[in-house]
T-cell receptor, first 113, second 109 residues
């Protein structure tokens, strides 16, 4: 089983560029989410989805868009990258949003210059 | 709103010594609680989880945690730390998996 797959692992962007971070899971999980990890701040929820066609904002959604057209995929889009979006991004999936274990991808290290 | 506080940003222990990492949560209902570990440059791995029942839960790698409702705490413990335990540890509460800021554990030989 592949679990949760994130691509790319590393990315450098120039300010103002756009890009999409990919996330795919093969566990038929309904719940998927995106986090960003910054030193001393833990993981903060950006956006989440409780199923195909349903997304919602988390704690730090500004500057990011998501969509969920299939159960398997949950891409995160940066429309106009800013240096403040330099971070490590993690995608996670779980059977539900509550009492189940979340599985994490290996992360994407993004630098915006 | 739910929240998690990990009061210790860094902890250093000697190899073989016991360990306790603190976690306090705020949640309006019965919480589902998790501890995750992150080794440098890696993703997150689940150590243990509490859903209900016995308040002392056992996890992988010899870790355990105790849920104390009266103190809103879910502290992680290990009786004897190994050098390979050096990592960052995160406590989390659901719904929607809210994380604490993490505790970085350093192990000195």
């Amino acid at each position: 089983n592949a679990g949760v797959t994130q691509t790319p692992k590393f990315q450098v962007l120039k300010t103002g560029q756009s890009m999409t971070l990919q996330c795919a899971q093969d566990m038929n999980h309904e719940y998927m989410s995106w986090y960003r990890q910054d030193p001393g701040m833990g993981l903060r929820l950006i956006h989440y989805s409780v199923g195909a066609g349903i997304t919602d904002q988390g704690e730090v959604p500004n500057g990011y868009n998501v969509s969920r057209s299939t159960t398997e995929d949950f891409p995160l889009r940066l429309l106009s990258a800013a240096p403040s979006q330099t971070s490590v991004y993690f995608c996670a999936s779980s059977y539900s949003s509550s009492n189940t274990e979340a599985f994490f991808g290996q992360g994407t290290r993004l630098t915006v210059v | 709103a739910q929240s998690v506080t990990q009061p210790d940003i860094h902890i250093t222990v000697s190899e073989g010594a016991s360990l306790e990492l603190r976690c306090n949560y705020s949640y309006g209902a019965t919480p589902y609680l998790f501890w995750y570990v992150q080794s440098p440059g890696q993703g997150l791995q689940l150590l243990l989880k509490y859903f209900s029942g016995d308040t002392l839960v056992q996890g992988i790698k010899g870790f355990e945690a105790e849920f104390k409702r009266s103190q809103s705490s879910f502290n992680l413990r290990k009786p004897s730390v190994h050098w390979s335990d050096a990592a960052e540890y995160f406590c989390a509460v659901v719904n929607k998996l809210v994380f604490g800021a993490g505790t970085i554990l350093r192990v000195k030989s």
